[in-house]
Nanobody
């Protein structure tokens, strides 16, 4: 499976961005998906996860209420809508998938996208 993340960019604080992750090589129907982020000098951290069917989501406290996730299984895409962005959201964002159910541990994920940079200016 190959994952291609896109949608990053530079935005002012309070703005919005929508990240997308497109999968190829396999359908995503049986894969839970997640977004992680990594800021310079920091460890990769869990941002949010979505179940295989898209009916359940889980978010880190730092983004809860501001970020949402969705997926379109027929189109093999996973989306992260980021609203009310803050400078501390600045990081490289990665999409990842694993079979069946979400975990918050990055080491649990088998497949990763290449990352897309999000920069939030104050």
């Amino acid at each position: 499976v190959q994952l291609q993340a896109s949608g990053g960019g530079v935005v002012q604080a309070g703005g919005s961005l929508r990240l997308s992750c497109a999968a190829s090589g396999r359908t995503l129907n049986n894969y839970a998906a997640a977004w992680f982020r990594q800021a310079p000098g920091k460890e990769r951290e869990f941002v949010g996860g979505i179940s295989t069917s898209g009916d359940k989501t889980d978010f880190a406290d730092s983004v809860k209420g501001r970020f949402t996730m969705s997926r379109d299984n027929p189109k093999n895409t996973i989306n992260l809508q980021m609203n009310s962005l803050k400078p501390e959201d600045t990081a490289v964002y990665y999409c990842a998938i694993r079979l069946f159910y979400n975990l918050r541990s990055a080491s649990s994920y088998n497949y990763w996208g290449q990352g897309t940079q999000v920069t939030v200016s104050s």
